[in-house]
């Protein structure tokens, strides 16, 4: 089952309120089939809309794409914080960080993949406001990541000896990593067991 819900429409342009959900199904798309493998009339039969109304709605495919992007990375930051609710310590947010991209690489969802590593992969290096999106959405997880090694820190959760910065660059390695080992097909099992597991370089 995605981690994104999507609804079908009928024909024409969205209403104001119907944007978000034929982004989610752009999203699909576009993670499914990368950016140079989806066309317009792909991106018309999944959001229910004419070629029409789409290049009403936005200008062409690359900002479809951008917008999909946007409303991606809102979507997943809604359900990590939902995730990162009834964490207590700093320990409990990287435990919970680790278990939702864990989660995220099993089943439909782990085999469809993530749409911002498919973006960093297929267009960062040749196209400069994919690239600054990427560049933003990582240092925004890095600096996260760190902030809960600093909470844990400072409530005695996770050792003060080790080096926020140095672990919290690995930790998003495997969180990148993750979702492409996702991309084959992984057991639920094996994958919270290999998260719970990078929890060792806390002490």
């Known amino acids: 089952m995605s981690d994104i819900a999507i609804s079908n429409r009928s024909a024409g ?22 950016y140079h493998g989806t066309s317009i009339t792909d991106l018309k039969a999944a959001m229910g809309l004419t070629a029409g109304s789409i ?5 062409d495919k690359k900002a479809i794409f ?14 990590l914080a939902e995730k990162l609710a009834g964490a207590s310590t700093g320990r409990e947010q990287v435990q919970a960080i680790l278990q939702f991209y864990a989660e995220a690489a099993c089943g439909e969802t782990g085999r469809r993949g993530c749409l911002a590593i498919g973006a960093a992969v297929e ?8 690239a600054e999106r990427v560049s933003r959405s990582h240092a925004a997880l890095l600096a996260q990541i760190e902030g809960f090694i600093a909470n844990g820190q400072k409530d005695g959760s996770i050792s003060s000896a ?6 919290a660059l690995s930790i ?5 990593g993750i979702r ?24």
């Open 13 to 34: 342009r969205p209403r104001e309120f119907e944007i978000d959900s034929a982004l989610d199904a752009a999203i699909t798309v576009f993670t499914e089939r990368g």
């Open 55 to 59: 290049y009403k709605a936005f200008k």
């Open 66 to 79: 951008l917008a999909a992007f946007d409303r991606y990375k809102q979507v997943r930051a809604a359900l």
């Open 123 to 130: 267009l960062a290096l040749f196209d400069a406001d994919v």
């Open 162 to 167: 080790i080096d926020a910065s140095t672990t």
């Open 172 to 176: 998003f390695s495997f969180l990148q």
């Open 180 to 203: 492409i080992a996702g991309k084959s097909g992984q057991d639920p099992g094996r994958t919270r067991a290999a998260a719970d597991a990078l929890l060792t370089l806390l002490d």
